[in-house]
């Protein structure tokens, strides 16, 4: 295959978007870049998958050092969090030797699709709670409290500081948890669902979630990437436009982001969800069923 | 600003200086990386190359180095994919150290064990579990 500048240029271009919309989202980029490498590159999916475990990195360190300089990430929240998705995404590798995917699959569509819900009818909920200061009046759980996760950060939107007490710890944990166990059975980011743990469950601002799962998704991406790299699966003149095109669009979406009202983050984060469920739900009636859907490139 | 109530915890980040050196991790991890993958693609424009799809070729570190002071567009790629990768790694060292030197005791941990759950990820996946 020719190495040209066309090749190179419509491979950035791609990466641009996923980075810009994987910065706005706090996910990794990895749903847009795969299917954009397999269907309109014909590459192959392994070879595909690396290149996005890759960019996953790339978005997450310009991202995160963008969201990490305006205080929007919350430090000690995300690594108390890491611990459980770096666990996580252990035992799923450990998993996959003994669970059906087609069973897992559909368990993280039906949490996909039910966190997709409450997303969206929770979309004013977010600007709400911050004009009414309900964020920062929550009561901390032990753990919240012992570890000092609570945090604070300058809403550009709404012109305006906002600080938020964590709790909800358990169930953030948990979902964290599952999170890492879906990236290292099913080889996503799981950005989704850690944004969706810290906003749903532990009363953490949309943005303060974004910023924070922003950080978190690298180091889950490079222990993958780091397996992809011993295994020789990283074709780096793949990588390199890729990772060069998800960089520059995580850096433009970090400028927008904090600038979005969070309601229209969450509706974009609704969508984005139900088509995630929909892809494993594809994919599962094919493996189990035989049932072929139209896959949305998914 | 609202007012927190009497059992609610004073609301504090983390201390400055751990905010500083992630941030500096995560740039320098970035423009490090991204000057390399641009050298390398400009290299490899200008060779007017052909790439194969089948498995990526193996590149030990005394190949690599010698690449790199060729400027070798391959060479010029490992380096920035390794250096991309080490990135978020790295990240959670400095943290670790930023707050062992704050005498953090609870984070120091917290990060010691996201650190030990990579090492130990690392070594299972050598061992062929992935």
């Known amino acids: 295959m020719p190495y040209t500048p066309h090749f190179v240029a419509v491979l950035f271009a791609a990466a641009v978007l996923a980075g810009f919309f994987g910065a706005l989202l706090g996910v990794g980029g990895g749903i847009f870049i795969v299917p954009a490498l397999v269907l309109m590159f014909q590459l192959p999916v392994k070879i595909a998958v690396a290149a996005s475990l890759v960019s996953v990195i790339a978005t997450s360190n310009a991202g995160g050092s963008s969201y990490v300089e305006q205080h929007i990430t919350n430090l000690r929240l995300g690594m108390f969090l890491e611990v459980f998705t770096t666990i996580g995404a252990l035992s799923g590798s450990v998993l996959a030797l003994y669970l059906r995917e087609w069973v897992m699959l559909m368990l993280f569509a039906a949490l996909l699709l039910y966190m997709s819900w409450t997303a969206y009818i929770t979309r004013h909920r977010d600007d709400q709670r911050i004009a009414s200061g309900g964020y920062g009046s929550a009561a901390p759980d032990a753990w919240s409290r012992r570890l000092e996760l609570s945090g604070r950060y300058h809403d550009q939107a709404l012109d305006r500081p906002v600080e938020y007490v964590v709790n909800g710890s358990g169930i953030g944990a948990s979902v964290s948890y599952l999170a890492g166990v879906a990236s290292g059975l099913l080889g996503v980011g799981g950005g989704v669902l850690k944004v969706s743990a810290m906003n749903r469950y532990m009363n953490v601002p949309m943005k303060a979630a974004v910023g924070t799962s922003k950080m978190m998704i690298g180091v889950t991406a490079a222990v993958g990437s780091i397996l992809f790299y011993l295994a020789g699966l990283i074709h780096f003149y793949i990588v390199a436009p890729v990772a060069l095109g998800t960089t520059a669009g995580a850096t433009v979406g970090t400028l927008v982001m904090n600038r979005l009202r969070s309601v229209v983050l969450k509706r974009i984060f609704a969508v984005l969800m139900l088509y995630l469920a929909y892809g494993m739900l594809v994919k599962a009636l094919a493996l189990r069923f035989h049932i072929l859907l139209p896959s949305l490139g998914s | ?130």
């Not at chain 2, 991309?84 to 062992?100: D, E, Y």
């Not at chain 2, 005498?103 to 070594?123: E, H, Q, S």
């Open chain 2, 1 to 130: 600003m609202p007012t927190p109530p009497p059992n609610s915890p004073r609301l504090h980040e983390a201390p400055a200086n751990v905010y500083k050196v992630v941030y500096s991790a995560l740039l320098w991890g970035m423009v490090g990386s991204t000057v390399l993958f641009a050298l390398g693609v400009l290299r490899a424009l200008s060779q007017h190359l052909s790439i194969s799809l089948g498995p990526a070729p193996h590149w030990g570190w005394t190949q690599t180095w010698t690449g790199l002071a060729h400027l070798d567009p391959t060479a010029l790629m490992i380096a920035a994919t390794v250096l991309l990768i080490l990135t978020p790694v790295a990240r959670v060292a400095v943290a670790f150290a930023a707050f062992a030197v704050d005498r953090d005791a609870k984070f120091t941990l917290v990060t010691g064990i996201v650190l030990a759950v990579i090492v130990l990820t690392v070594i299972l996946g050598r061992l062929g579990l992935h």
